[in-house]
Structure formats: structure tokens, C-alpha cells
């Protein structure tokens, strides 16, 4: 994994915000697990759509770091592992939503394509 030489220089309370949940991944996650509360890694993997796995690892490492989304290991045969958010990552889908209404204002996209989870969002805001 990547290590920086330098250690980030954040010094804005928006940085950090933005180091947390921002990024094309990590906020399509959040949402994908606000609106299915719980799932294992292969169906939030089919949710996500046009995501590697390794990408989608590395994303649900950093949100399970950085305390927005839990993982639930169970001692089973085959094993099972669960993902949800956590109290930390619901507090931010307002947030989310009023990015997404902001966004809506100004952008227009073609709904065909967007994501189900995106198309809720900005059917709230109508």
C-alpha cells in the first residue's frame, strides 16, 4: 500500500471532512449502506457498480479506520462478514443529501444512468 513521505497538512475542519467521506468511492458506499443498512461484501461489491474489489477493499478499510462504517466478522463455516454504518457515518448522510440537492441544482445527469441509490436522493429533492 502507498505510503506519503510527508504526513498531511490539515489544518481546516472541511479537509478532514473531505479526507473522510469524500472521493468518488467512499461516498457511494455510505450511501449504498444507508439505504441497505447491512451487507456482505459481495452484495455491496454488486450495488457498487464499475468497482474493482481491490478499490472497494481499500475504501471499506479506510471508512472502517476512520470509524464511519463497522465490520462484523462471525465465526462461521464459510465465513461471513457484514458491513453497516456506523453511528459516526450515519450522522454524515445529511450532510450527503445536501450535497446531492446542491449538486442537482446545477447538474443534470442522465437519470437512466444513475445509480438507484443516487436517483432516491434526488427524487427527495424535487
Request: net charge positive.
Amino acid at each position: 500500500m502507498y505510503q506519503p513521505k510527508m504526513e498531511k497538512d490539515i489544518r481546516c475542519p472541511l479537509e478532514c471532512g473531505l479526507e473522510v467521506c469524500g472521493g468518488k468511492w467512499k461516498s457511494r458506499i455510505i450511501c449504498v449502506l444507508a439505504e441497505k443498512s447491512t451487507l456482505r461484501y459481495s452484495a455491496l461489491r454488486k450495488e457498487m457498480t464499475n468497482i474493482t474489489d481491490a478499490v472497494l477493499a481499500a475504501a471499506l478499510k479506510e471508512l472502517i479506520k476512520d470509524e464511519m462504517v463497522e465490520r462484523t466478522q462471525y465465526n462461521e463455516i464459510p465465513p461471513r462478514v457484514e458491513y453497516r454504518l456506523s453511528g459516526k457515518g450515519n450522522s454524515v448522510i445529511p450532510i450527503l443529501q445536501s450535497i446531492c440537492k446542491w449538486s442537482g441544482a446545477y447538474h443534470r445527469e442522465d437519470h437512466a444512468n444513475t445509480l438507484l441509490q443516487c436517483q432516491k436522493c434526488d427524487f427527495l429533492y424535487r
